[in-house]
């Protein structure tokens, strides 16, 4: 079946500009999980939804930061008002339960502000 | 709260040469561990786990409590080996904890 697919693949966007990054993760998996990967700063932690409710925000690096995840399924990570630190490329990953050994990721998004 | 180090960003080694590479991670209870790879234009993904003993693509990886360490190893590298490696964790029934990665590079 499909893998986890994010979107957009790449995003350039003006400082001070509002983005979302979309991920759809495996049919029927219910845990979802957000990283960010910059060099130098390896895999960060964002936050993880299991089911539709997210019990560990607290890898959120500022209030900018928020993401919902609707009908156990699609998540969406927003940031607001976009700073060049901002610049990583965002993976989503997602398993059929919190707890299982494997996490199975997507693409990513590579977003670049300017 | 659980840690993750990998104390080198790049290494470097000749086709054929021994690999290791370092994971140490601070957890005061029974941790699992994982190995995840990222090849050139491909997606993250589990390379092994501790619990499964097994050998992958010629890589072993052994946890040692008494060290707190869980290196990967190969004892003959390949140039198709190049590729990020992260070193992760799970304590409980927590989302992964990855470290910072280390670029392995294989030269011909």
């Known amino acids: 079946g499909a893998g986890v697919s994010q979107s957009p693949s790449n995003k350039v966007t003006e400082k001070g500009k509002d983005v979302e990054l979309r991920c759809d993760p495996i049919?029927?998996?219910?845990?979802l999980y957000w990283y960010r990967q910059s060099l130098g700063q390896g895999l960060e932690f964002l936050i993880y939804f299991q089911g539709n409710s997210a019990p560990d925000k607290s890898g959120l690096p500022s209030d900018r930061f928020s993401a919902e995840r609707t009908g156990g399924s699609v998540s969406t990570l927003t940031i607001q008002r976009t700073q060049q630190e901002d610049s990583a490329v965002y993976l989503c990953?997602?398993?059929?339960?919190?707890?299982?050994?494997?996490?199975?990721f997507g693409p990513g998004t590579r977003l670049t502000v300017l | 709260a659980q840690r993750v180090t990998q104390p080198e960003k790049l290494l470097s080694v000749f086709k054929g040469a021994p690999v290791e590479l370092k994971c140490n991670y601070s957890y005061s209870g029974s941790p699992e561990l994982f190995w995840y790879v990222q090849y050139s234009r491909q997606r993250l993904q589990l390379l092994l786990r501790h619990i499964s003993r097994e050998s992958i693509k010629g890589f072993t990886a052994d946890l040692n409590k008494g060290e707190t360490s869980f290196h990967l190893k190969k004892p003959f590298a390949q140039e198709e080996d190049s590729a990020m490696y992260y070193c992760a964790l799970r304590a409980g029934n927590t989302p992964l904890v990855f470290g910072k990665g280390t670029r392995l590079s294989v030269i011909a």
């Open positions: 990953a997602s398993s059929p339960r919190t707890g299982d050994n494997e996490q199975f």
């Open positions: 049919s029927g998996h219910t845990a």
